[in-house]
């Protein structure tokens, strides 16, 4: 109250249940304000979080009520951790949580302990901080049958955006790409900027990721929503141009340039970005810089965020990746797989244009 007067809120009358006067003096008031939106939020969040968590098990994973869950989390991700517990324990008999030590690389391996424990279970999720996509426990624990769901940085935010995307939009995107790749033999790449790079693919794995694990021994990240091949070892050449993110740098606001020789990334220059690439490569060794994946964007609902996990779903993006390809069925075995999204590309299938600026030809799903 000041000068006898009582102070209104005028956006509490966005919300009945505190539409009211609030007598207190000014600074009080807006600490009362503070604190309860504060705390509005965090409910929503909550709500959401848990909700984006039913998501992924119960559709993603197809988790069923006489299976066992395992949650695999570390420190940075406890909370989403958490709450796919919470939520595999309303689903499931048994739902497990671990928490292990956060990883310094993408690709590094989990505790032995934890490796054993991924195959004795039916699904496993694993909110990490660092990727376990590409690692032996993730590929033993798949071979043994186990459905695994990695969710390498995953935020609430990407949890909530891209979980709640169409997936039958996304599957029928994916598979059209996917189809089109078949019998390829090189796929290059082109964009303003100065990407200017050739794949040779033929009689590669063609792996379309819809986001939807239900199979045994079927595993991928979630979200998802992309299409990936792992080119000939060698075999690529050219100049990629780095403009939208790389994996355990973020944003690129100056772009990365990498020239490639018979598959390998032998120069790389730029601004901050390259140097912090140029760093992540030497901690790896000489095999980190092999080209070990190329791959398109199906999730409608991914925005470019500058974490990877959601990035490299970005429909009307490409990527392309340097390090471990042992799980797409390529022969670099290294402990560090790192994406680099490109922007606006053209691509060419052979000699079809397929993607121009960013925009699918020929597509008829309803997609723009």
């Given amino acids: 109250m000041i000068d006898g007067k009582v102070l209104y809120f005028p956006v509490l009358i966005l919300i009945p249940e505190l539409t009211i006067r609030l007598q207190l003096p000014e600074s009080k008031q807006h600490n009362y304000l503070k604190n309860w939106l504060n705390t509005y939020s965090m409910d929503n969040i909550q709500g959401e979080l848990k909700s984006a968590s039913e998501i992924a098990l119960r559709d993603c994973m197809g988790l069923k009520c006489d299976e066992r869950l395992l949650v695999i989390t570390d420190e940075v991700k406890r909370d ?6 919470e939520a595999g324990k309303t689903i499931c008999k048994e739902s497990i949580l671990v928490e292990i030590k956060s990883r310094e690389i993408n690709g590094e391996e989990p505790p032995p302990q934890v490796s054993q ?113 792992a080119p000939w070892e060698d075999q690529t050449n050219g100049r990629v141009v780095v403009d939208g993110s790389m994996a355990s740098v973020g944003i690129c606001e100056t772009p990365i340039t990498i020239d490639i020789v018979n598959g390998y990334a032998e120069t790389i220059t730029g601004g901050k970005e390259a140097e912090k690439l140029i760093e992540l490569f030497e901690k790896s060794g000489r095999e980190a810089r092999a080209v070990a994946e190329f791959g398109i964007g199906t999730n409608y609902k991914a925005k470019l965020v ?63």
Avoid: W
């Avoid at 989403?80 to 517990?85: D, F, R, T």
């Avoid at 090189?186 to 990721?209: A, E, N």
């Avoid at 990877?308 to 670099?332: C, P, Q, W, Y």
């Fill in 80 to 85: 989403i951790g958490i709450a796919l517990h």
């Fill in 117 to 229: 424990l991924m195959k004795m279970v039916d699904v496993v999720v694993c909110p990490t901080a660092k990727s376990l996509t590409h690692t032996n426990a993730r590929r033993e624990a798949a071979k043994k049958g186990v459905r695994v769901g990695t969710m390498p940085g995953i935020t609430i935010d990407t949890m909530v955006r891209c979980l709640n995307a169409d997936y039958d939009k996304i599957i029928a995107l994916t598979d059209y790409i996917a189809e089109k790749l078949v019998g390829v033999n090189t796929i290059r790449v082109t964009t303003q900027k100065g990407t200017d790079v050739t794949m040779p693919v033929k009689g590669r794995i063609i792996i379309p990721s819809r986001g939807v694990l239900r199979q045994r021994g079927e595993s991928g990240n979630l979200p998802s929503g992309e299409v990936y091949l």
């Fill in 306 to 368: 500058g974490l990877i996990l959601e990035d490299e779903k970005v429909f009307g993006t490409i990527h392309i990746a340097f390090g471990n390809n042992l799980s797409m069925g390529g022969r670099i075995s290294v402990s560090s797989h790192l994406d680099g999204l490109v922007k606006e590309p053209n691509v060419y299938f052979d000699d079809e244009l397929i993607m121009e600026k960013g925009k699918l030809i020929g597509f008829k799903g309803g997609l723009k």
